[in-house]
């Protein structure tokens, strides 16, 4: 009966525990930084999964080439980014926060390659299922 009643708090224990530990992880996915990492993660090292669940659906890219501009929408940039899955840009990437507040934000991402740089100029908003990324707006240095 003791072993019985051992084996039981046991497994309460561990399903607690586990509980707490799911939790934790589906917040972390929650926050502004997931979004901003999963994006840089994306682009600087081909790692796009998850990448999907911080685009807002109506999310707008938006890349200058010079003087020409092309927008995109989030079907078409996933698929631009799949065919790059996996591959390591040969750059340093980082972000700045220009602007926060509770319901938006302002992200500058930089990536320096040797002899140029990318900018990505993304605005996030917290939605009810977290923090999305809506609009990114990039340019060539």
């Known amino acids: 009966m003791k072993t019985l009643k051992s084996l039981a708090a046991a497994l309460l224990i561990l399903l607690t525990v586990s509980a707490f530990a799911t939790d934790e992880t589906k917040n972390k ?7 901003i990492n999963s994006y840089i993660d994306a682009l600087s090292y081909g790692k796009i999964k998850g990448l999907s669940s911080v685009i807002d659906q109506e999310a707008k890219f938006t890349i200058s080439y010079g003087e020409t501009i ?4 989030k079907s078409e940039m996933l698929e631009s980014l799949r065919a790059q899955e996996n591959i390591v840009q040969n750059c340093k990437s980082d972000y700045t926060m220009i602007e926060s507040s509770p ?3 302002i992200v500058k991402v930089v990536m320096k390659y040797d002899t140029f740089s990318k900018t990505h100029f993304l ?3 917290n939605t009810s299922k977290g923090w999305k990324i809506t609009n990114v707006s990039s340019s060539f240095n």
């Open 70 to 73: 092309r927008t995109y929408g």
């Open 103 to 105: 319901a938006q934000a």
């Open 29 to 35: 996915k929650l926050l502004m930084e997931n979004a």
């Open 123 to 125: 605005t996030l908003s």
